[in-house]
């Protein structure tokens, strides 16, 4: 990779992708498959990004009970009585493996409005309305004012949530990291894909041992 692709280690981020209990949880009521093997590795980069002392971002969704805030594609099941991360219930909250503490619950007000919530030293939360985590929110801001140039992605379903930041990331010239044994839902032609746009294809072991270099 040429300089203006390869990660910086000294300057990145972990991003999180929709690694709440509704979406990962064995029969959770929009369970995705394969959520759960991956989340041993998610959590080790997790804890290997704190113990690091580099920045966290946890990114979620959180759907009102009338549908009003969810993708049109969800919008009728939902209206139509399917509860799924709802604000401030159990569902909702991320996995208790990924979290600094269990004690910490969102704060769905403050992330509804548009706001980082800190849950830990060099950690937060944010809402994303849509399937990317740049899509109005104040990510793009909250990067450049950490002096990030690099975000590892990992998370749930990367056909939807993850591949969509990481296109979102590309158009604003972050360097990108994917970490190929915690997403789910991965697919050959998708890494294909994200190769040819100049993503790093690692898996969390590797990033760790990059991470722990720095």
């Known amino acids: 990779m040429d ?7 000294s300057s990145v981020a972990l991003l999180t992708i929709d690694v709440q209990n509704d979406f990962t949880l064995t029969n959770a009521p929009l369970e995705v498959s394969g959520t759960m093997n991956v989340l041993p590795r998610i959590r080790e980069l997790v804890l290997a990004f704190r113990s690091r002392k580099k920045p966290i971002i946890h990114v979620v969704r959180l759907y009102l009970p009338d549908g009003s805030n969810a993708d049109l594609c969800r919008r ?11 604000p401030e219930s159990q569902g909702a909250e991320l996995v208790d493996d990924i979290k600094p503490s269990e004690d910490i619950r969102l704060d769905s007000k403050q992330l509804l409005a548009g706001e980082l919530q800190l849950i830990g030293p060099m950690e937060w939360v944010i ?11 104040c990510l793009e801001q909250h990067l450049k004012e950490l002096d990030i140039n690099t975000i590892v992605v ?6 939807n949530c993850p591949r969509t930041t990481i296109y979102e990331a ?35 072991a590797e990033i760790i041992g990059l991470i722990n270099s720095y």
């Open 154 to 159: 990992c998370g749930c379903n990367f056909p």
């Open 127 to 137: 809402y994303k309305p849509r399937w990317g985590a740049f899509f109005s929110t």
């Open 3 to 9: 300089n203006y692709l390869k990660p910086d280690y």
């Open 76 to 86: 009728k099941v939902i209206e139509n009585g399917q509860l799924a991360v709802v």
């Open 170 to 204: 590309s158009e604003r010239d972050f360097k990108i990291v994917f970490a190929l044994d915690g997403a789910s839902k991965v697919y050959e032609s998708g890494l294909t894909e994200l190769k040819n746009i100049g993503v790093a294809l690692r898996s969390s």
